[in-house]
C-alpha cells in the first residue's frame, strides 16, 4: 500500500509559480511511475505530466509544455511539479498518482494507469 500526500498548493497571481510536493510511504517508490493530474469545477481530471523511475517524462496538455516540468528525489520518497508563467485556467486541484504496473506500453495520460492516488491540494491562479 502507498500513500501519497501533497503539498505546496496555494493562490498566486498570474504568471507566478508553485512546486507542488508530493510524498510517498513505501520502499519501493523509486519503482513507480509518478504523475500528475489536475481538476478544476466542473471539468473532468486532466492529465498534467508525469514521470518514469529512470526519469522519463510524458507531457500533457500543449497548454503547459514549456510551463511545467515533474522531477522526483527517490531518497526522499517525494515527487515534485514545478509550475511557473501560472494562468487563471491553470486553477484546480492537483492530484499526485503513482503506478506500479507499468511496461513500455503503459499509456501515463490514463486515469486507470495509476494505483494510487493522494487526496489532492488547491491552486488558485488569480488574474
Known amino acids: 500500500q502507498v500513500q501519497l500526500v501533497e503539498s505546496g498548493g496555494g493562490l498566486v497571481q498570474a504568471g507566478g509559480s508553485l512546486r507542488l510536493s508530493c510524498a510517498a510511504s513505501g520502499r519501493t517508490f523509486s519503482s513507480y511511475a509518478m504523475g500528475w493530474f489536475r481538476q478544476a469545477p466542473g471539468k473532468e481530471r486532466e492529465f498534467v505530466i508525469a514521470?518514469?523511475?529512470?526519469?522519463?517524462?510524458?507531457y500533457g496538455p500543449d497548454s503547459v509544455k514549456g510551463r511545467f516540468t515533474i522531477s522526483r528525489d527517490n531518497a526522499k520518497n517525494t515527487v515534485y511539479l514545478q509550475m511557473s508563467s501560472l494562468k487563471p485556467e491553470d486553477t484546480a486541484v492537483y492530484y499526485c498518482?503513482?503506478?506500479?504496473?507499468?511496461?513500455?506500453?503503459?499509456?501515463?495520460?490514463?486515469?486507470?494507469?495509476?494505483?494510487?492516488w493522494g487526496q489532492g491540494t488547491q491552486v488558485t491562479v488569480s488574474s
Open positions: 498518482a503513482a503506478a506500479a504496473s507499468i511496461s513500455r506500453y503503459t499509456d501515463y495520460r490514463k486515469l486507470l494507469t495509476y494505483d494510487y
Open positions: 514521470i518514469t523511475w529512470s526519469g522519463g517524462i510524458t
